[in-house]
């Protein structure tokens, strides 16, 4: 069973810095790409960032380029997202999921960003 554990979000002002990671289980971590995605209170998933299998490729939305990073540790299966310079933008529920070799993708509960003065 595919199980994604999401943590390290909380409040902090604008300008701050967080970093969020993703505990993955049930599936060969180091085989597949991993991405974050978040929801803004009120709006749709956006996409933030996604990583190769290897960690060697990354990409980034226009909105969090140059802030944030992704990583990943493929020994302990975890994923990461540094997120510097935070904006009141980034508020959202922010959560990671797996590019599997099947129709279904899978999610954590997420964990909540609040980027508040």
């Known amino acids: 069973e595919v199980q994604l554990v999401e943590s390290g979000g909380g409040l902090v002002q604008p300008g701050g810095s967080l970093k969020l990671s993703c505990a993955a289980s049930?599936?060969?971590?180091?085989?597949?790409?991993m991405r974050w995605l978040r929801q803004p209170p009120g709006k749709g998933l956006e996409y933030v960032s996604d990583?190769?299998?290897?960690?060697?490729?990354?990409q980034y939305s226009d909105a969090v380029k140059g802030r944030f990073t992704i990583s990943r540790d493929n020994d302990k299966n975890t994923l990461y997202l540094q997120m510097n310079n935070l904006k009141p933008e980034d508020t959202a529920v922010y959560y990671c999921?797996?590019?599997?070799?099947?129709?279904?993708?899978?999610w954590g509960p997420g964990t909540q960003v609040a980027v508040s003065s």
């Open positions: 990583i190769s299998s290897s960690g060697l490729t990354t």
């Open positions: 049930g599936f060969t971590f180091s085989k597949y790409p």
């Open positions: 999921t797996p590019d599997l070799d099947e129709p279904t993708r899978y």
